[in-house]
Antibody
Framework: QVQVVESGGGVVQPGRSLRLSCAAS????????MHWVRQAPGKGLEWVAV????????YYADSVKGRFTISRDNSKNTLYVQMNSLRAEDTAVYYC???????????????WGQGTMVTVSS | DIQMTQSPSSLSASVGDRVTITCRAS??????LNWYQQKPGKAPKFLIY???SLQSGVPSRFSGSGSGTDFTLTISSLQPEDFATYYC?????????FGPGTKVDIK
């Protein structure tokens, strides 16, 4: 079945870096734009970034622009986010989510992973 | 950035009740509005796209309406599995933004 599975979360000190991965299966990964969405403990959902299906375009939330970089390796069916200069306010569950339309972008999220927790704390 | 608001922030309802949640955008977003359901400790689930189109596999008791700035999610007859938090999300432009959520719990 179609699924995406995040990994790479953990506890990291402020100012340090972390890279999250999202492995996709059961879908033609290279045909879909992919997103990262996060949720701080007890809070609502916050969109983080999107990358086009072919990697040609990337967009970020203002809160992470210049610190986070989204990327993908279509040969490995894997999405990444490199998170630098981490802050306490980046503490959240990070979800990988598939854009709902093939070979396009609808900016809607139809498949979600289970999430990976990132805690930024000294 | 487009701000999304939802009302109410929470509501208590009984099984079988008709429930309506409102979402408002800070500017016109046409029909670029999606709805998600999230249960505690779980990932969100995609319910409705383009304001009123039901995602495959979603029960028909869920419906959406609206355009421009004002939208609604309606559950025609609340079922035990529908107790959850519901989020609207605009897909008009980036940065994509969500409403703060509406928690539906048991009366």
């Amino acid at each position: 079945q179609v699924q995406v599975v995040e990994s790479g979360g953990g506890v990291v000190q402020p100012g340090r870096s972390l890279r999250l991965s999202c492995a996709a299966s059961g879908l033609t990964f290279s045909n879909y734009a992919m997103h990262w969405v996060r949720q701080a403990p007890g809070k609502g959902l916050e969109w983080v970034a999107v990358i086009w299906y072919d990697g040609s375009s990337k967009y970020y939330a203002d809160s992470v622009k210049g610190r986070f970089t989204i990327s993908r390796d279509n040969s490995k069916n894997t999405l990444y986010v490199q998170m630098n200069s981490l802050r306490a306010e980046d503490t959240a569950v990070y979800y990988c989510a598939r854009d709902s339309q093939e070979m396009s972008t609808t900016y809607a999220f139809d498949i979600w992973g289970q999430g990976t927790m990132v805690t930024v704390s000294s | 950035d487009i701000q999304m608001t939802q009302s109410p922030s929470s509501l208590s309802a009984s099984v079988g009740d008709r429930v309506t949640i409102t979402c408002r955008a800070s500017q016109s977003i046409s029909s670029y509005l999606n709805w998600y359901q999230q249960k505690p400790g779980k990932a969100p689930k995609f319910l409705i796209y383009a304001a009123s189109s039901l995602q495959s596999g979603v029960p028909s008791r869920f419906s959406g309406s609206g355009s421009g700035t004002d939208f609604t999610l309606t559950i025609s007859s609340l079922q035990p599995e529908d107790f959850a938090t519901y989020y609207c999300q605009q897909s008009y432009n980036t940065p994509l933004t969500f409403g703060p959520g509406t928690k539906v719990d048991i009366k």
